[in-house]
């Protein structure tokens, strides 16, 4: 599509570096690390950069756009638990469950206490996580909040994008009561803000080709026989595809949670590796450069990047705003990050066997992943961008003024160019 050969062009151009692949791990690394075999219900790690670069000389901050994914949250419905309570009480019922599965049950209704009723809803980790990054965001750009000019919130119209804008707006204030925010949250946002394009939900559907592909590459990586027959006694006729599946999303779902329960150790790293891999391919297949999809995911960011662009210069040009506050979803961010080719996030992997090794979903959006530019100006009203992804300095593929430090005029460019 049209998308790729400008982005190709424009970067050739550009770019005087190649995109790093060092935030790229290892199965022998990832093996060690569950909570990140959970794909995007990783929680927010915080930033692992904690003292930013020094701005070019004269250079103050003055303006912050930002777009930020809700927080940890429950299980999309209600449906997802009670799926596995059906199951293990059922089992129970007619004394089909080993030990190990009696313990489990045990557990699963104490998660179904802490969870009913509030599928898709943000939960206190969540919220504290907007907290801590709006705190932070407060404490490394004083300057952008030390003038009394606006901040304007919006986020989508789904409950828990509205609690994570409350939750970091809430902890702006806590650092400043006199702070000027406007929150609001309106239908007409969600064509930037959540856009979905029909060739998008089109692409998604179990009709496109490559939906074959990843059910075949699906059920090739996903095996539940030996976790199925540690908690049941007879297993005969079961669906070890649903059951694994399911327990998988408990499982790693629970880091999201305010709570000590633990289903992760029922699944061996190897297997909890492979059923990430499908998630990850799905995820980049979709919503990333995959070369797969034509460009469709990034046609779909588009209307939010031209946002940006568009408020970036008022603010500039008006004063009106210190930031800007956006608050989404997973695959809105990962759409933007790609469009924009932002530090490894618009990779693009023809092989699709190879995903898992160019592309990670944990990385580019956990719970509460957020984009932050900072725009700077010295008193000759030149202005600087620099971008923060997870609250971490990276690069955009064009050439920087110092470091992490780009001339906007450079980076309008070149983002124009990718619209």
């Known amino acids: 599509m049209k998308v790729f050969t400008i982005l190709i062009g424009f970067a050739l151009t550009f770019q005087v570096f190649a995109q790093p692949a060092d935030k790229i791990l290892s199965k022998?690394?990832?093996?060690?690390?569950?909570?990140?075999?959970?794909?995007?219900?990783?929680?927010?790690?915080?930033?692992?950069?904690?003292?930013?670069?020094?701005?070019?000389?004269?250079?103050?901050?003055?303006?912050?756009?930002?777009?930020?994914?809700?927080?940890?949250?429950?299980?999309?419905?209600?449906?997802?638990?009670?799926?596995?309570?059906?199951?293990?009480?059922?089992?129970?019922?007619?004394?089909?469950?080993?030990?190990?599965?009696?313990?489990?049950?045990?557990?699963?209704?104490?998660?179904?206490?802490?969870?009913?009723?509030?599928?898709?809803?943000?939960?206190?980790?969540?919220?504290?996580?907007?907290?801590?990054?709006?705190?932070?965001?407060?404490?490394?750009?004083?300057?952008?909040?030390?003038?009394?000019?606006?901040?304007?919130?919006?986020?989508?119209?789904?409950?828990?994008?509205?609690?994570?804008?409350?939750?970091?707006?809430?902890?702006?204030?806590?650092?400043?009561?006199?702070?000027s925010i406007s929150m609001d949250t309106k239908p007409e946002f969600m064509s930037y803000i959540a856009n979905d394009t029909p060739e998008q939900k089109a692409f998604e559907k179990n009709g496109e080709a490559w939906r074959d592909q990843w059910f075949e590459y699906e059920h090739t990586h996903i095996n539940g026989d030996r976790l199925c027959k540690s908690l049941f006694k007879?297993?005969?006729g079961m669906d070890d595809y649903a059951v694994a599946t399911n327990l998988y999303w408990l499982a790693e779902g629970m880091q999201d949670l305010p709570t000590d329960l633990s289903l992760i150790e029922l699944f061996t790293p190897e297997e909890l590796y492979e059923i990430w891999l499908t998630v990850n391919y799905r995820m980049y297949i979709c919503n990333a450069a995959s070369?797969?999809?034509?460009?469709?995911?990034?046609?779909?960011?588009?209307?939010?990047?031209?946002?940006?662009?568009?408020?970036?210069?008022?603010?500039?040009?008006?004063?009106?705003?210190?930031?800007?506050?956006?608050?989404?979803?997973?695959?809105?961010?990962?759409?933007?990050?790609?469009l924009m080719n932002l530090e490894g996030c618009g990779r693009q992997e023809a092989e699709m066997l190879n995903i898992e090794n160019a592309w990670q979903d944990f990385y580019i959006s956990p719970m509460a992943a957020n984009l932050q530019m900072v725009f700077y100006r010295n008193k000759s009203g030149n202005v600087i961008v620099k971008f923060l992804h997870n609250e971490n300095e990276v690069t955009l593929p064009i050439r920087s003024m110092k470091g992490c430090y780009y001339r906007w005029k450079d980076v309008k460019k070149y983002l124009e160019h990718v619209l």
């Open 234 to 236: 007879i297993t005969e």
């Open 28 to 179: 022998a690394e990832l093996l060690k690390t569950p909570e990140k075999l959970g794909s995007i219900y990783y929680a927010y790690p915080g930033p692992q950069q904690e003292v930013l670069s020094d701005a070019p000389k004269g250079y103050t901050p003055f303006y912050i756009s930002h777009y930020g994914r809700h927080g940890s949250r429950f299980q999309p419905s209600d449906e997802r638990y009670k799926f596995a309570l059906d199951l293990f009480e059922e089992a129970y019922r007619i004394n089909n469950l080993t030990p190990l599965g009696e313990e489990v049950m045990n557990r699963i209704h104490k998660l179904w206490v802490i969870a009913r009723g509030n599928g898709g809803l943000l939960t206190k980790v969540g919220e504290r996580q907007h907290q801590e990054i709006a705190a932070r965001m407060y404490e490394r750009f004083p300057e952008v909040f030390a003038t009394s000019r606006h901040i304007d919130a919006r986020s989508s119209t789904v409950t828990r994008c509205r609690q994570s804008m409350e939750a970091f707006c809430g902890s702006l204030l806590d650092k400043d009561s006199t702070l």
């Open 291 to 338: 070369p797969v999809a034509q460009g469709i995911a990034l046609e779909a960011a588009k209307p939010l990047l031209r946002n940006i662009i568009d408020k970036a210069d008022e603010a500039i040009r008006t004063g009106s705003e210190c930031a800007t506050l956006r608050f989404g979803h997973d695959s809105h961010l990962i759409r933007l990050l790609a």
